[in-house]
Each structure stands twice: as structure tokens, then as C-alpha cells.
């Protein structure tokens, strides 16, 4: 029960790896706030049963979120943990091929919908004195990733937003910490759903040195640990949870390196 009286906000609760997390925070002991646009949140919330609530929110709307942390305090009294999760892919293209329509429409949620949610859920941990936050940010954040310059690039700025607010309230018991996964089967990377785990020795996903798909409870258990007494002193840091992809190139086993023998 490693959050034991704690209360915790989740938006994108309504699936993947928002989902995951109401489910294991709440089997670890905390009351949870299921936040979402989807309206799934309200399922997630009937599984559970009353140490949770859901909250209808678009993350890129000021007032959601503000009502969202207020709907938290009155009905749990406060606010101890806040996952800011909720986001999408947006369109993969090259550059020159993206529309300004599809940067402003991914950055209102991945981006602003995060400054929005620490906004205010620093306000709220202000007044009692402390509380964890973690971000859901992306690999395609810290590495490269051909055609996703626009969803890159707001997931890179949400790590810099983490670290800055880390360094806002440190003093103030704050701690603010972000995950960034790899490539996760959820909702989100509908392709091989059905076979999210390839057999030993197929090579479904190049790159990433486990050799698989990551699945959401994989996230959830970072974010529990983040989120935790645990974790009491990390802040600031960006954890990937990616099977080792931002380690570097894993491509070339050294039977296919193309070096000579010494
Ligand atoms: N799946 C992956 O491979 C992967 C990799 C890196 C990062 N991520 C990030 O992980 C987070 C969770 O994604 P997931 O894979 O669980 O996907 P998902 O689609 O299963 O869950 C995302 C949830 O966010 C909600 N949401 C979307 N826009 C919202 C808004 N404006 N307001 C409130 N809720 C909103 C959706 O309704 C959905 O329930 C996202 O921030 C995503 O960018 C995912």
C-alpha cells in the first residue's frame, strides 16, 4: 500500500497508460481522480469503486483543468499526486507537410494542457504543504523521431518544463519528475495490437533492445514509483521507459558490424 491516504489526479485515465495508473495507484492504496474527454474515465471509475471519481476535462481548456483539481479537493480534500498524461500523436509527416491547424491543436493538449495541470495543481499542493507530479512525455522527446517534429516537439518542451518547474518548487516539497516511454501498445499505436509482445528472435520493432512492445502497466508502475515516498529524492529527472531505445543505436548485432577482425 505504497500510497496509502494519498490523493491522486490522472487525466487520460480513460485508457492506456492513464488507465493503468487509476488502476494501480488505487490498488496501492490512494484515492484517484479519473480525468478524461473521452467519457471511458467513467468505466475505469465503476471498476474501481468509491475511492475514485471521474471528471470530464479537456486538458487545453484552462477551466477544466482548474475545475478538475477543484472537483479533487472537494471530494477528497486534496491533492497528493498529479499525473498530467492525457495527449495523442497528432499527424506524423514531414515538416513542410504539417499544418499550422494540427501544431496549435497538438500543443494545446500536449504541451499547454501540462502547464495548465501544474498550474494548478501546484496551487492546491501549496496550500497542503507538498505533493509529487509526473509528466508523460515521449522518447521522441529526448531522441530524434523522423515525421514526428510537431508531437516531438512539444513532448522535448514538456521536459524542460518538468525540469524548470522541478527547480520552482523544490523548496516548496514539490517534486516534479516525467516518464518517457518508448513505444507502448495502447490505444494510441493501434498497429500489431494484435501481437503486441513479437515471438523471441523476430525483430518486430528494430531499434529497441528488448525486443518488444512496452505495455502500459510497464508506465504505471514507473509512475507509482515516481509518485512515492520512494522516489523522495528525485526530482527533475526524465525517466525512459523505452526497453533501452534512447540508449543509442541497437540496429547491428557485432556479426553484421561491418568490422574487421582485429
Ligand atoms: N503509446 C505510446 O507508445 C506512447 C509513447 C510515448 C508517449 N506516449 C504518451 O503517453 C500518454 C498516454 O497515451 P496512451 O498511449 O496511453 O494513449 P491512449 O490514447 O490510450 O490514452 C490517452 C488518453 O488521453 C485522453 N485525452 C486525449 N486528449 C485529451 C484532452 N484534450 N483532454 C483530456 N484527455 C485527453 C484520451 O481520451 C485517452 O483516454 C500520452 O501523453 C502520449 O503522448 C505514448
Sequence with gaps: MRLQNKVAVITGAGSGMGKAMADMFAAEGARVICADISGQEKEVVAKIGDAAR???VDVACEADVQNMIAVAEKAFGRVDILCNN???GGGMAPIHEQTTENWDRV???NLKGVFFGIKYGV???L???GGAIVNTTSASGVVGWKHHGI???AKAAVNQLTKIAALDYADSRIRVNAIAPGTIWTGLVPASRENPIPPPGTRRLPGIPIDRWGVARE???AALFLASEEASYITG???????GYCIGFSGMGAEHSGMPDA
Excluded: R
Design 54 to 56: 471521474a471528471v470530464h
Design 86 to 88: 492525457a495527449g495523442f
Design 107 to 109: 500543443h494545446s493538449v
Design 123 to 125: 496551487i492546491s499542493m
Design 127 to 129: 496550500k497542503t504543504g
Design 151 to 153: 508531437y516531438g516537439a
Design 219 to 221: 508506465i504505471a508502475a
Design 237 to 243: 529527472t526524465i525517466l525512459p521507459v523505452d526497453g
